[in-house]
C-alpha cells in the first residue's frame, strides 16, 4: 500500500491477529444494531461505520444491514439499493481481513455462521 506520509486523511491500522479475530467472532452475535434515527440518516450512518478502519463497526454494520433485509422481505419488498451497497461493500472488507488472518475457508465459514451470508 502506497500513500504519502504526510497525508492526514489515509486511515491505516495493523491487521488483526487471529486472538483479537477470534474474540471479535465470539462478541459478534452480541453486538448491538447501529443505531438510525431516520431512512434519510441511514446512508450517513453507514458510511461512517464502513470507512472507520474499525473491525468492530464493520461487524455492527452487517448485522444492522442484514436484519434490515430480512425485516423487508418479511414485508414482501425487495432491499433497498443502498442497503445492498453497503452490504456488499463492509462484506467484501470484513471477508478481506478474515481471511488474511483465518485463511478463506474459515473466514468463509465464521462469517456464514455467524450471519448466514457470504
Not at 479475530?21 to 446512508?43: D, H, T, Y
Not at 471477508?95 to 485463511?103: K, M, P
Request: aromatic share 6%; glycine share 6%.
Amino acid at each position: 500500500i502506497y500513500t504519502p506520509v504526510d497525508n492526514t486523511k489515509t486511515k491505516m491500522r495493523r491487521i488483526l491477529s487471529a486472538e483479537e479475530v477470534r474474540g471479535l467472532m465470539e462478541a459478534a452475535p452480541k453486538m448491538e444494531e447501529l443505531s438510525i434515527g431516520n431512512e434519510k440518516q441511514c446512508e450517513g450512518v453507514y458510511k461512517e461505520a464502513l470507512y472507520s478502519v474499525d473491525c468492530y463497526l464493520w461487524l455492527r454494520l452487517l448485522k444492522t444491514l442484514l436484519l434490515r433485509k430480512a425485516a423487508r422481505m418479511a414485508q414482501g419488498k425487495k432491499c433497498t439499493a443502498t442497503d445492498e451497497r453497503y452490504l456488499k461493500s463492509v462484506g467484501e472488507r470484513l471477508y478481506d481481513e478474515l481471511s488474511i488472518v483465518l485463511g478463506e475457508e474459515e473466514a468463509k465459514e465464521s462469517i456464514h455462521l455467524l450471519f448466514g451470508s457470504e
